[in-house]
Nanobody
Framework: QVQLVESGGGSVQPGGSLRLSCAAS????????MGWYRQAPGKQRELVAA???????NYADSVKGRFIISRDNTKREVYLQMNSLEPEDTAVYYC????????????WGKGTLVTVSS
């Protein structure tokens, strides 16, 4: 059974930084597309950033230049370095593992809360 466990959320002032981590179980994690999504109160869940096994990345326009997604395939972990945080970044952040190409499955973590406030 694949599990995704996020960590690193918390409260920070505007302009601050946080680093989220997501640990994935299962050997297929090193092949899957890994992504970070977020859901703010009253809004739909949206893509923040994604990274494929080879390292190519994709970012939402709202976080380009501020957030960096990376992964360590040997550890089966994915990270989201968030810099210059803004109040609009406040949301629950979810880790996603898209392994549909290999096992037909799509996995989600339970989420970690990020609050940006002065």
């Amino acid at each position: 059974q694949v599990q995704l466990v996020e960590s690193g959320g918390g409260s920070v002032q505007p302009g601050g930084s946080l680093r989220l981590s997501c640990a994935a179980s299962g050997s297929i994690a090193s092949l899957a597309i890994m992504g970070w999504y977020r859901q703010a109160p009253g809004k739909q869940r949206e893509l923040v950033a994604a990274i494929i096994s080879g390292g190519n990345t994709n970012y939402a326009d709202s976080v380009k230049g501020r957030f960096i997604i990376s992964r360590d395939n040997t550890k089966r972990e994915v990270y989201l370095q968030m810099n210059s945080l803004e109040p609009e970044d406040t949301a629950v952040y979810y880790c996603r593992m898209d392994s549909r190409r290999w096992d037909g499955m799509d996995y989600w973590g339970k989420g970690t809360l990020v609050t940006v406030s002065s």
